[in-house]
Nanobody, 124 residues
Framework: QVQLVESGGGLVQAGGSLRLSCVAA????????MGWFRQAPGKERELVAA????????YYLDSVKGRFTISRDNAKNTVYLQMNSLKPEDTAVYYC?????????????????WGQGTQVTVSS
């Protein structure tokens, strides 16, 4: 079992930045590919960024490419999502999730463990 705890959400003006953190409370999380999802009201949950077990491979949703960066520090069991140049359409609850795989995964069904979510609100 992998327990995930997100932090770093909040209210920011358009153009601002936030860094989300996700701490995994299990040593085995070092071997898990991880991802950040988001869900806005009335919309489906979507994968924003993903990273493989050692950080060597990443995936980004087209609309966040060049603005968001996913990274991980396996020594700290932590995954980060640096979000720059935020837009009002980035407003959502952001969820950290972990797979049971080493390699990059882009399907929501590939993610077995989920955090409780953190709210990101971008004002115009």
């Amino acid at each position: 079992q992998v327990q995930l705890v997100e932090s770093g959400g909040g209210l920011v003006q358009a153009g601002g930045s936030l860094r989300l953190s996700c701490v995994a409370a299990a040593r085995t999380s070092r071997q898990n590919a991880m991802g950040w999802f988001r869900q806005a009201p009335g919309k489906e949950r979507e994968l924003v960024a993903a990273i493989n077990w050692d950080g060597g491979s990443t995936y980004y949703l087209d609309s966040v490419k060049g603005r968001f960066t996913i990274s991980r520090d396996n020594a700290k069991n932590t995954v980060y999502l640096q979000m720059n140049s935020l837009k009002p359409e980035d407003t959502a609850v952001y969820y950290c999730a972990a797979t049971r795989s080493l390699g990059l995964r882009s399907g929501i069904g590939d993610y077995a463990y989920w955090g409780q979510g953190t709210q990101v609100t971008v004002s115009s």
